[in-house]
């Protein structure tokens, strides 16, 4: 079965048409994607339950940072 002939046929398009209608149809449907807000909502649903209640909302100390970048005493 071929969903494109199938659907020019119906809709007495040329399958690129057909085609292109229907996914300018489904664009309209379906609503733009937040991605600021899906990566907050996976955050406090998955990751900041698992932090231990002592840490979160404290910063790094300037060393933390240093080391996490790989900075140490012989430099880089």
């Known amino acids: 079965m071929n ?3 199938d659907l ?3 809709a007495g398009e ?3 048409g057909a ?3 229907a996914a300018e149809e489904r664009r309209e449907q379906v609503p733009p994607r937040d ?3 899906e990566v907050l909502r996976y ?3 998955e990751i900041w ?3 231990p209640s002592g840490l979160l ?3 790094l100390t300037e060393e933390e940072q240093e080391g996490i970048l790989g900075y140490g005493p012989e430099g880089v």
Request: charged share 40%.
């Open 8 to 10: 020019a046929k119906i």
């Open 14 to 16: 040329t399958e690129t």
């Open 19 to 21: 085609v292109h209608r």
């Open 3 to 5: 969903l494109e002939k």
């Open 57 to 59: 909302g404290r910063g």
């Open 49 to 51: 339950p698992k932090v």
């Open 35 to 37: 991605r600021q807000t």
């Open 43 to 45: 955050l406090e649903r």
